[in-house]
């Protein structure tokens, strides 16, 4: 878990809980592997009860649940290590958790600087990297968002086209099939989207010049497939896009083809 997971649903004021798993399954075709995680239940519970009394927004819920992460994440390592006997299941290294966990231990800031760091190197792997599920023509580009708290938050977009003083912010989500990627990739597109439509005082590096920004989510698939020849299923997904997008201010391509 980052500190910029927690602060993405804050953004969209979604209370979180972290939680832990206690008990878990052998998994019957993997050595070393479990299966069936389950949660302390009771731990969430309490949780659920205090939120149910929660006056304030999700901003300060969410870093009140960050500042308890050190030690969530110690009795996440207790429970991990009692199932590892239970089970006779070795587990990923104890010694690099234990680093990490002496570190949340520090406190919000240590978290967040540790997250930031390896948001940092996240951002600039995904520069860099073409992932199989992506079919993309244009640049990658980096985003940094800073929230009026002057929190930032680091993203990418897959593609990025500057047009006379519009900037176009791409997310792309490709199949090789015949058909429209699945629900859960447009779905992981659409939150992108709500990010994007959201940006204000948009600019490139230190210039001076602001941009309109223009957010797209690009879906491509395999031959033969076009709208036209779309079932009545996936007509139906296509509609609700239709109409998410012209509700949100953002477009949708499929196979270059804008979806109006």
Known sequence: MQWDTVSLMSLLGVYVIISYYID??????????????????LQIRNEISKLLSYRSDALHWNLSQLGKVGEIAEKALEAYSQVSRNLGVEMHSFDSARKRVKKLLQGKEAFLKMSRELAKKAQARETITSQPKEKLEGTKA?????????????????????HGNDIFLIEGKHTKTNNLPSEGDIKDGLLRMILLTNLEDVKIGKGATTLNPKPILKLTTGTPFT?????????????????????NGFQVTINKKYLV
């Open 227 to 247: 709208i036209e020849s779309a079932s009545n299923q996936k007509k139906k997904i296509l509609d609700s896009l239709r109409k998410e997008s012209k509700a």
């Open 142 to 162: 980096t985003i940094t968002i800073t929230n009026y708290l002057g929190g930032n938050y680091f993203f990418t977009s897959d593609e990025a086209e500057i």
């Open 24 to 41: 878990a399954s052998k998994n019957p075709r993997y050595k070393n592997k479990i299966t069936q995680q389950r949660f302390d239940t």
